[in-house]
């Protein structure tokens, strides 16, 4: 079993910047892809950035403005948030997976989740 926690979320002002961190821990040697997800009430869970070992992939709505990194050593995800707008408002959710395609595939059939943390924009 993989524990995910995140932490940072907060309100902000638009224009502003968040950085959100997530940690995993417990049988982490199945930990290939981490990433991170948002969800709005009424509305599905939605991919926002992902990182393997290396290489970080963005939705289309926050490149340019979101950075995410890893320090594999800590088994640790990290979101840069820049520029934050209205629109960023959600619950952010970390995701861990031992593939990175199922990340990028969508929230369904991810292993583990954190609880979520709140970001809020406002204008």
């Known amino acids: 079993q993989v524990q995910v926690v995140e932490s940072g979320g907060g309100l902000v002002q638009a224009g502003g910047s968040l950085r959100l961190s997530c940690a995993a821990s417990g049988s982490t040697w199945s930990i290939y892809a981490m990433g991170w997800f948002r969800q709005t009430p009424g509305k599905e869970r939605e991919f926002v950035a992902a990182?393997?070992?290396?290489?970080?992939h963005y939705a289309d709505s926050v490149k340019g403005r979101f950075t995410i990194s890893r320090v594999n050593a800590k088994n640790t995800v990290y979101l840069q948030m820049n520029s934050l707008k209205p629109e960023d408002t959600a619950v952010y959710y970390c995701?861990?997976?031992?593939?990175?395609?199922?990340?990028?595939?969508?929230?369904?059939?991810?292993?583990?989740w954190g609880q979520g943390t709140q970001v809020t924009v406002s204008s």
């Open positions: 995701a861990v997976d031992n593939s990175l395609r199922t990340i990028l595939s969508g929230s369904r059939g991810i292993n583990y």
């Open positions: 990182i393997s070992q290396s290489n970080p």
